[in-house]
Nanobody, 127 residues
Framework: QVQLVESGGGLVQPGGSLRLACAAE????????IGWFRQAPGKEREFVAAVSWSGGLTNYADSMKGRFTISRDNSKNTVYLQMNEPLPEDTGVFYC????????????????????WGQGTQVTVSS
């Protein structure tokens, strides 16, 4: 069991940058893979990026490649999503999610693979 708390959302202009943070509290932190998802109004929750808890492996949605970077700081039990050059279509609620794994590997974009979710943080990309 882990508790996830997202932060860092807000209003950002296209071409700007924003860094989201997902802080995890619980036991066996290094047994949880972490993913970021976004959900726009009226749309399904979409995969953004994922990282193995060790930080050694990452996975990105194609539309995020080169713009977003997922990273982690083990000392702070925190996973970050650096958003560079966000687009208006990136607007939505961004969630971090965790899944306990018996071995350390990166997950691949399916929301149903994650059983623990944060409350989400709103990101609005607008001029």
């Amino acid at each position: 069991q882990v508790q996830l708390v997202e932060s860092g959302g807000g209003l950002v202009q296209p071409g700007g940058s924003l860094r989201l943070a997902c802080a995890a509290e619980g036991r066996n932190f290094n047994h949880y893979a972490i993913g970021w998802f976004r959900q726009a109004p009226g749309k399904e929750r979409e995969f953004v990026a994922a990282v193995s808890w060790s930080g050694g492996l990452t996975n990105y949605a194609d539309s995020m490649k080169g713009r977003f970077t997922i990273s982690r700081d083990n000392s702070k039990n925190t996973v970050y999503l650096q958003m560079n050059e966000p687009l208006p279509e990136d607007t939505g609620v961004f969630y971090c999610a965790a899944e306990y794994l018996v071995s350390d590997y990166v997950l691949h974009g399916r929301p149903d693979e994650y059983h623990y979710w944060g409350q989400g943080t709103q990101v609005t990309v607008s001029s």
